[in-house]
């Protein structure tokens, strides 16, 4: 016993405090270690293993599968292909809109009349909350809002409901997506931008390079690992691509997409194993994307040094 009390004193307070730290950096690590097991490991496991049971029997078998071959089977009305053909829609815009906010970055980064106000206008979605943004533009489209006003002026008779009808409910979404979807990528775009030596613009007003070639001849490749990447993560999300559509319509009016689809099935109607097994399809599909997106990353240039 006195020989473990003096092995203790003998601990110096530079000892205590490494073992404190340590202790505190390791209970940290925990946590994560925990976290990723139970919501990662262990849900992802047992979602695999929910394809192939029946919920209500919990016998083993291809049932769930059978149902999404059933639902594709029923052509126009299929939910899944509805899901789906939006999902893709919502893909390519999501690819457009990373282009088109490389251009608005490009004239706001060259100071073009009236860009404070438009970064204002591209940004302030990135401020306000989403429910209110979702209000104001459903207000804005339904009956009695300013597009309801001025079509009635124009054309003398109600306009069409934009939001609550199948032909316009989606690309009405699609719109709203857009506006708010460019900030972020703006502020990604004009700050990758903003590096650019003043001294490599100037050399080439000097050799009478147009706005045009500079854009693309100079800006674009000295910012290619920005635009590269961001390009990138849009095209693996390529089946999470999706718009508010639960604020907006909650499905209806054929707006559905694959991530409202599955929140459907498995907040709403419960339907545990047709989901996972839908999931399972999604990421046997994904690989060949993720592969082929790994390799194209590869193939972007290292960051480059001003």
Known sequence: MDNVCKERKRISPRTK???????????????????FCVFYIYVNIDSFLIAFQDQHTGAWGFGNFRLFFDDILLGAQSEVLISLKNTMIYFVVLLATNL?????????????MLW??????????????G????????????AGGPIDVIWRKLMGDDAPSLIYSAPYATWSIVLFVIWTGLGMNIILFSGA???IPESVIEYGKIDGIKPMRE?????LPLIAPTFGTIMLLSC??????????????????????IAFWMYEKVIVRQQFG???????ILTVCSLPIFFLMRWLLKKLPDDIDY
């Open 17 to 35: 405090r490494l073992i404190k730290k340590h202790v505190f950096v390791y209970s940290m690590l925990l946590v994560a270690i925990l976290h």
């Open 116 to 129: 404070k106000f438009f970064r204002f206008v591209f940004v302030i979605p990135m401020i306000v909350s």
């Open 274 to 280: 047709y989901a996972a097994a839908f999931g399972l």
């Open 131 to 142: 429910v209110v943004l979702v209000a104001v533009y459903s207000n804005m489209l339904t």
């Open 100 to 112: 088109f906010s490389f251009l608005l970055s490009y004239f706001i980064y060259k100071k073009i």
């Open 215 to 219: 854009m693309f001849q100079i800006v």
């Open 236 to 257: 693996i999300n390529v089946f999470g691509a999706s718009g508010p559509i639960l604020l907006f319509t909650n499905g209806m009016h054929e707006t559905s997409t």
């Open 193 to 195: 931008m903003n590096r």
